[in-house]
């Protein structure tokens, strides 16, 4: 059986027994309205940082802040019924310690009711990754172009070309040889990604990845062609629905303008006169 033919509510053992068998769907959502769309098809929902991107007006994920996940989480948390929920771990939340990302990570998971949490980083998060793992606090790992790195990485640029690849495959078995329990992989070349989902023993979720990944994941507002001005290639749209938003925001303007709307339809009468029964004597 696949995920997505699970009627009851997904739990790890779920997504784990996916691996090298049937694809995991995931999208991201930031709000109870759209955590109830996805939830009836995708397996996993991840409340990613890239909510300070596309609701908040951010230029990066670096300036969201804990309270600012927790609130979404919330929301989306109201919104399902099956899917499993993972929230992301904002910059500046884990990286301290160990202790810190645990404090921090079962705080996302009490307050919000997700599954896990997501954080980012390879070898140099593993140690964390194993602590928090042995506290029974889930994790999923994001290896290869970690947004939050951005400044390091001097944009948003492929990640593990050539030589680099080595160093991706390193960070991919370090975090899932510490207790992760799936491993995204963004925007590293093809076959290197590959390679990762046929070495490691958890599945791997791609972003701008391989096919040969065990599940995939976009930002939904992204596939849905919300925004026209954003269009990484490695996002397939599905609809355009910024475009047709947009028609439909200027024939409101117009109606209005023209005094075509309101119409008699959308409009109420006065309140209905009592009835004046006769006196009798």
């Known amino acids: 059986m696949t995920a997505s033919g699970h009627s009851r509510a997904l739990a790890l053992p779920d997504i784990a027994a996916c691996k090298g068998k049937t694809p995991i769907v995931c999208l991201t959502a930031y709000t109870t309205p759209v955590a109830r769309l996805v939830d009836a098809h995708c397996d996993v929902v991840l409340v990613g940082d890239s909510v300070g991107m596309v609701l908040h007006g951010l230029d990066s994920t670096l300036g969201v802040t804990l309270d600012m996940m927790i609130m979404h ?24 310690s160990p ?4 404090a921090n990570a079962a705080r996302v998971m009490a307050e919000t009711g997700c599954a896990a949490v997501k954080l980012e980083g390879g070898e140099t998060m593993a140690g ?15 290896v290869g172009l970690t947004p939050q790195a951005v400044n390091a990485f001097g944009g948003y640029r492929v990640q593990g070309r050539g030589d680099d690849g ?6 991919a078995n370090a975090v899932a040889e510490a207790g992760a329990f799936a491993v995204v992989l963004e925007k590293v070349p093809e ?3 590959s390679r990762i989902t046929e070495e490691i023993k958890v599945p791997t979720i791609g972003i701008g990845a391989s ?4 599940g995939q ?8 062609g919300l925004f026209g001005d954003f269009r990484p290639k490695f996002v397939k749209r599905y609809a355009e629905l910024g475009e047709a938003a947009d028609k439909a925001i200027a024939a409101y303007a117009l109606d209005v303008r023209e005094r075509r709307f309101p119409a008699p339809e959308h409009l109420f009468g006065d309140a209905p006169r009592p009835v004046q029964r006769a006196k009798t004597a």
């Open 191 to 193: 076959p290197l990604a």
């Open 128 to 142: 964390t990754i194993e602590y928090l793992a042995a506290r029974g606090t889930p994790v999923i790992a994001h």
């Open 217 to 224: 994941i976009l930002v939904a507002d992204d596939m849905l």
């Open 211 to 214: 096919p040969a990944c065990d």
């Open 73 to 96: 989480g919330k929301a989306v948390r109201r919104g399902l019924e099956r899917a499993l929920m993972v929230v992301d771990m904002p910059f500046g939340s884990y990286e301290e």
């Open 166 to 171: 080595e160093r991706i495959r390193k960070d």
């Open 99 to 102: 202790r810190q990302a645990f």
